[in-house]
């Protein structure tokens, strides 16, 4: 069974920096890895996803060139560097990954999705 655990989360203002880190409790062959995040009342929506075996990386069009995901492998580490935070990132981030093949062809949808961390928020404010 696997375990996540997200930290890093906290309170900033607009145009900040944030890293949060997911820890996994023992390295697993995933299809995907990433970060979502979900605001009060908004469905949650994928930030970043990295293709495991592919080593292919992609961005949601509203982080990219401010987020980037990154993987401690030895550690069993994920990170998410956030900058140039917007108020609109305010939102509970979770750390996910899949066993399932088919988060390869929409790898930004949740219900793809077959692990998880607890979750850790981030506020912007402006």
């Known amino acids: 069974q696997a375990h996540l655990v997200e930290s890093g989360g906290g309170s900033l203002q607009a145009g900040g920096s944030l890293k949060l880190s997911c820890l996994a409790s023992?390295?697993?062959?995933?299809?995907?890895m990433g970060w979502f995040r979900q605001a009060p009342g908004k469905e949650r929506e994928g930030v970043t996803v990295?293709?495991?075996?592919?080593?292919?990386?992609i961005y949601a069009d509203s982080v990219k060139g401010r987020f980037t995901i990154s993987r401690d492998t030895a550690n069993n580490t994920m990170y998410l560097q956030m900058n140039n935070l917007k108020p609109e990132d305010t939102a509970m981030y979770y750390c996910?990954?899949?066993?399932?093949?088919?988060?390869?062809?929409?790898?930004?949808?949740?219900?793809?999705?077959?692990?998880w961390g607890q979750g850790t928020q981030v506020t912007v404010s402006s």
């Open positions: 996910a990954s899949s066993s399932e093949f088919n988060c390869v062809f929409r790898p930004l949808a949740y219900e793809n999705y077959n692990y």
């Open positions: 023992a390295s697993l062959r995933w299809s995907c």
């Open positions: 990295y293709y495991t075996n592919a080593r292919h990386i």
